[in-house]
């Protein structure tokens, strides 16, 4: 470091950054420059979702391992290896998004959610495949994607600008209602049209979560969510394997059949005691060798809690709790409606996403088919959620104008100071 000093001004000292940077790689300065003045509210949410996502390398090389042995010509690392590959991608993007203006959000939010829907509208289409039971993926050959889970961030975005430019009419319902509602009922009938129940939950929580955050009257939201609540549970009960899963939720596993559509929830309910306080130790899983369907995705928090334990079910329970924190801080330290229905609808859907899971995994939902966000295997999955995540980082972001030079005061400086203001009044 170096430094000037002038007689009756206080002592600067400018970071000798011209020098270090002279002899540092390429790389390294840029890494500098782009994280010299972040906020503690960034680095929060930026630290803990990479630690989710390292935890679900973990999490999925593990659980995969007998599957992918068994399914990939003895190939244990084949799942861990692309979970990898989205990871890799996913990250970079992250950070990438996280240095765009929240402008142009803005200005191409129409134009997202255009793309997504008819990305979605490609499902039907000679493209689509099912997985799962689900009509929901876009089989290109060389990739699978789910636009679904593009369509949530999409949707998440527009609903954002369009509430920052009604924000004076929001106590009008038809401000509301007429331009969300056809939109969003597209959105989520689109994604019903492929039988994906629950994605579709998890967009309708979205959608209400944003428009809670957003300042809507809760009578409205009330209301509306006593009607959608009625048709949902009326799809829902409509026949197929929907229809069996809740049956077998509210009832209980048939006497005579108690392996046939509980034998998911059995099994996971299995791997959770076996795991005790402490679990079995990583690796160690009984239910991943092919007992518990989906071990590496829906099901991975079973996984989680037979392998670490209860210890390893709380530390998972506390990040993503940590992460709605770091959601509320950003939420709270900015006026902008835009911003502030942008991260609360990012905090519903992926924390909510992810108590849902558990939920299901804990008995106290039916089987639904949402994975656990960033620790789930699923490429579509986990690159939209870290794009919606830098979306979120690019609102945290601090000015960079005081970034340049910090100003150190000494006691002699700060007595001048205070005796030229007392001359100057």
């Given at each position: 470091m170096t430094s000037t000093r002038m007689p009756g001004r206080p002592h600067v000292r400018k970071p000798a950054t011209p020098a270090a940077e002279h002899h540092a790689p390429a790389a390294v300065v840029t890494v500098r420059r782009i994280f010299a003045a972040e906020s503690a509210n960034y680095f929060l949410l930026l630290g803990t979702t990479v630690f989710l996502v390292v935890l679900g390398l973990v999490m999925v090389l593990s659980s995969s391992s007998v599957e992918s042995y068994?399914?990939?010509?003895?190939?244990?690392?084949?799942?861990?290896?692309?979970?990898?590959?989205?990871?890799?991608?996913?990250?970079?993007?992250?950070?990438?998004?996280?240095?765009?203006?929240?402008?142009?959000?803005?200005?191409?939010?129409?134009?997202?959610?255009?793309?997504?829907?008819?990305?979605?509208?490609?499902?039907?289409?000679?493209l689509g495949g099912s997985g799962g039971g689900n009509r929901n993926w876009l089989d290109l050959g060389f990739v699978q994607a789910q636009p679904s889970e593009l369509i949530k961030l999409a949707l998440i975005v527009w609903m954002a600008y369009v509430l920052s430019r009604k924000t004076a009419l929001l106590d009008d319902w038809r401000h509301v209602v007429l331009p969300i509602g056809p939109v969003a009922g597209l959105a989520i009938l689109l994604v019903l049209g492929g039988d994906d129940l629950g994605t579709a939950i998890i967009m309708l929580i979205i959608v209400f979560g944003s428009l809670f955050f957003a300042g809507i009257k809760l009578q409205y939201l009330l209301f509306a969510a006593t009607i959608i609540a009625s048709l949902g549970i009326a799809f829902a009960l409509s026949g197929g394997s929907r229809s069996r899963r809740i049956t077998a939720w509210i009832q209980g596993c048939p006497p005579d059949d108690p392996l046939d559509s509980c034998w998911q929830s059995t099994h996971g309910f299995w791997a959770l005691a076996s795991g005790s306080v402490f679990g079995v130790g990583l690796g160690n899983s009984k239910a991943k060798w092919s007992w518990l369907p989906a071990a590496d995705n829906d099901f991975i928090f079973a996984i989680i809690g037979e392998e670490l334990g209860l210890i390893g079910?709380?530390?998972?329970?506390?990040?993503?709790?940590?992460?709605?924190?770091?959601?509320?801080?950003?939420?709270?330290?900015?006026?902008?409606v835009f911003t502030r229905v942008v991260t609360s609808g990012v905090m519903v859907w992926v924390v909510g996403q992810a108590f849902v899971n558990i939920a299901v995994v804990l008995g106290l939902l039916p089987v639904l088919g949402v994975p656990l966000p960033l620790i789930s295997a699923g490429g579509s999955a986990l690159i939209s959620t870290l794009i919606a995540i830098g979306v979120v980082l690019s609102f945290a972001r601090q000015p960079r104008h005081g970034a340049d030079e910090a100003v150190v005061q000494s006691p002699a400086d700060r007595s001048r100071l205070a005796a030229s203001g007392r001359l100057a009044r």
């Open positions: 068994v399914n990939n010509d003895s190939n244990s690392f084949a799942s861990f290896m692309r979970q990898g590959l989205y990871a890799i991608i996913g990250l970079p993007l992250m950070l990438i998004v996280s240095l765009i203006s929240p402008a142009f959000w803005k200005k191409w939010a129409w134009v997202a959610l255009g793309i997504a829907l008819s990305m979605q509208l490609l499902v039907f289409t000679g079910a709380l530390v998972v329970l506390v990040l993503f709790i940590v992460l709605a924190i770091a959601f509320v801080r950003i939420f709270m330290s900015t006026t902008d």
